[in-house]
């Protein structure tokens, strides 16, 4: 069972240039979520997708966009990437649960270390 | 705006001392969840806390929510070097598309 996989693990871009992080989970979980990582900052949501065809903005979305065409995948496009961006990514996915006692658990790829220089 | 205040940020201790994590809000969540990261992987559940001043156990982890539910701790016993990693609180509103509110993390590192 391969859960939530991101691609490229590693990926070194120059200051202007665009790319694609990849995440995609064979869990059929409808809720996927897109976090960056900073030293001493914990995990910030960057956009959240709660279906196919919906997404939405999340704390810190100013420099990216995603699409979320299928149920599986959600990749989040860098756009004139600047050193600010430089961060680890995380991807994850979870179950849909609402209510007073819901209990939303995420399920987490093992991130893409992006540098910006 | 940082909702959930998580302390210490670092905590380096040697083998078998006891430590706890706190993890403060202002804010009333639905839920509050325990991660486990280690480095080059993305953050595990430990144990999700529901219901104000549940106490859960996971073999030498004990986690805590507060009677309010607006805080929670974490504490481990007799600490071993496997223990070592970055531990995130993590609070559910409920309400919002499932997301997540996350502490800073404390980086907890325990010495042979």
């Known amino acids: 069972n391969a859960g939530v996989t991101q691609t490229p693990k590693f990926h070194i871009l120059k200051i202007g240039q665009s790319m694609t992080l990849q995440c995609t989970q064979d869990m059929n979980h409808n809720y996927m979520y897109w976090y960056r990582q900073d030293p001493g900052m914990g995990l910030k949501l960057i956009y959240y997708?709660?279906?196919?065809?919906?997404?939405d903005k999340g704390e810190v979305p100013n420099g990216y966009n995603v699409s979320r065409s299928t149920t599986e995948d959600f990749p989040l496009r860098l756009e004139l990437a600047a050193p600010s961006q430089t961060s680890v990514y995380f991807c994850?996915?979870?179950?849909?649960?609402?209510?007073?006692?819901?209990?939303?658990?995420?399920?987490f790829g093992a991130g893409t270390r992006l540098s910006v220089l | 705006t940082q909702l959930l205040e998580q302390s210490p940020q670092f905590l380096s201790i040697q083998e078998g001392e006891n430590l706890t994590v706190y993890c403060n809000s202002s804010s009333v969540f639905s839920s509050l969840q325990w991660y486990r990261q280690e480095p080059g992987e993305g953050p595990v559940l430990l144990v999700t806390?529901?219901?104000?001043?549940e106490v859960k156990k996971l073999k030498r982890l004990t986690f805590q929510f507060g009677d309010a539910r607006k805080d929670s701790s974490l504490h481990i016993t007799a600490a071993q070097p496997g223990d070592t990693g970055l531990y995130l609180c993590?609070?559910?509103?409920?309400?919002?598309?499932?997301?997540?509110?996350f502490g800073q993390g404390t980086i907890l590192t325990v010495h042979p």
């Open positions: 806390v529901v219901t104000g001043g």
């Open positions: 997708s709660v279906g196919a065809g919906i997404t």
């Open positions: 993590a609070g559910d509103r409920g309400t919002s598309y499932g997301k997540l509110t």
């Open positions: 994850a996915s979870s179950y849909s649960r609402t209510g007073i006692l819901a209990k939303n658990i995420q399920y």
